[in-house]
């Protein structure tokens, strides 16, 4: 398939002042369903990636973005569809977070995240929170 149909998302690695990752699972009928993920979604065209990283923590997590950094790019196919991850660490945050989606959610250290089944694309995510 031609890289034109890479499905390119924004996706957020929340922390909070205690050092816990919020990660939530996605629905069971979604792409990747029954996994857990880090918030985000889908960049729209006409849009940058941090505005769809703020738009999509907003709409998933009540969650307002106050600043964060580029973390990690990760392309990886899915037998069913191509994904290019653009992680972002979310450094500064207000809002009551939640999941807004009916979604399970949670915080955990990072240690714990192992502990999650992901979708394979977030194996690298683990490592490099693991890492730092
Ligand atoms: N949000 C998110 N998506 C991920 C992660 N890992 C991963 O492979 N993906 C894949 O990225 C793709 C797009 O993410 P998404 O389903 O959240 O997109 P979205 O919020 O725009 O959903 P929508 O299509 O219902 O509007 C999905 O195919 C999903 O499986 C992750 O950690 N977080
Ligand atoms: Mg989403």
Redesign the pocket.
């Known amino acids: 398939m031609a890289s034109s149909n890479r ?1 390119h ?1 924004a ?1 957020g690695v929340i922390e909070d002042d205690n050092g816990h990752i919020f990660i939530s699972c ?1 629905h069971p009928h ?3 369903g029954g ?1 857990w ?6 960049v729209e065209a006409n849009e940058s990636v941090y505005e769809a990283l703020c738009r ?1 923590l907003q709409e ?1 997590c009540n969650l307002t973005v106050q600043q964060a950094c580029p973390l990690t790019v990760i392309t ?1 196919d ?1 037998s069913d ?1 191509q ?1 290019l ?1 653009d992680v972002w660490m979310v450094t500064a945050f207000s809002g009551s977070v939640s999941q807004q989606e009916g979604q399970q959610w949670r915080w955990v250290p990072v240690y714990e995240l192992d502990a999650y089944p ?5 194996q690298p ?1 683990i490592e490099v929170l693991q890492r730092r």
Request: hydrophobic share 35%; charged share 25%.
């Open positions: 499905v998302v996706v996605r979604l792409h990747q996994k993920e880090f918030p985000g979604g889908k999509e998933e990886h899915y569809k994904v991850l992901f979708p394979p694309a977030n995510i």
